[in-house]
């Protein structure tokens, strides 16, 4: 599965948009970019997935580029309840099932 | 109605003992998996069983056992604890063996005295 980097940490006030930033630039063509995030002390929750198009439901959207090499996470309307860490993985659909979680970016929304 | 449900929530114990984790969804799912997150909160995937059959098996001591009695439990059974094994172990599982979405458990806090 392709490597990813995302910044270590990044604020957002309450409220506004929270644009979170990925880079995977040896993606493969078979190779989904997932989403989770895990709010402190609890398991880690799936946000999104996507393969190239962007993607929306009622937790965040999902900006991919064309080139497939970075993407970005968005959530519209930021809560304090969103502070968590967020990991931007990427795997290929139907392998087995194994997440493979990086360092992550701690967002803190901010009142 | 907890969908993946873990206990202990917390476990404190000595070096050497032995001491098990079990993992319960109500959820239907064919796939279930164990995953480690130590203190420096890398998360860590260590086992994952599809029907009661393992697939995934990384480089875990084999002082960890793993065993799944059907495909709604995933237990953990570790021997013979070391100061390393603090962690917090979260087990996981999908409707299917390709991972599709994973729901966690609130996970268990070992801490190896």
């Known amino acids: 599965d392709a490597k990813t980097t995302q910044p270590t940490s990044m604020d957002c006030a309450e409220g506004r948009a929270a644009n979170l930033p990925c880079n995977h630039s040896t993606i493969s063509g078979n190779e989904y970019v997932y989403w989770y995030r895990q709010i402190h002390s609890q398991g880690p929750q799936y946000i999104i997935h996507?393969?190239?198009n962007n993607e929306t439901n009622e937790m965040a959207s999902l900006i991919i580029t064309e080139d497939r090499k970075s993407s970005t996470l968005i959530l519209p309307h930021a809560t304090l309840r969103d502070t968590a860490v967020y990991y931007c993985?990427?795997?290929?659909?139907?392998?087995?099932?194994?997440?493979?979680f990086g360092q992550g970016t701690t967002l803190q929304v901010k009142p | 109605d907890t969908a993946v449900s873990q206990t202990p929530k917390y476990l404190v114990t000595q070096m050497g003992n032995d001491k098990s984790i079990k993992c319960e969804q109500n959820l239907g799912h064919d796939t279930m998996y164990w995953y480690k997150q130590d203190s420096k909160k890398f998360l860590k995937i260590m086992f994952s069983y599809n029907n009661k059959e393992l697939i995934i098996n990384e480089t875990v001591p084999n002082r960890f056992s793993p065993k799944s009695p059907d495909k709604a439990h995933l237990n953990l059974h570790i021997n013979s604890l070391e100061l390393g094994d603090s962690a917090v172990y979260f087990c996981a599982s999908s409707r299917r063996q390709d991972g599709e979405t994973q729901y966690f458990g609130p996970g268990t806090r070992l801490l190896v005295l």
């Open positions: 996507g393969l190239k």
């Open positions: 993985i990427v795997r290929v659909w139907g392998n087995t099932g194994k997440l493979i």
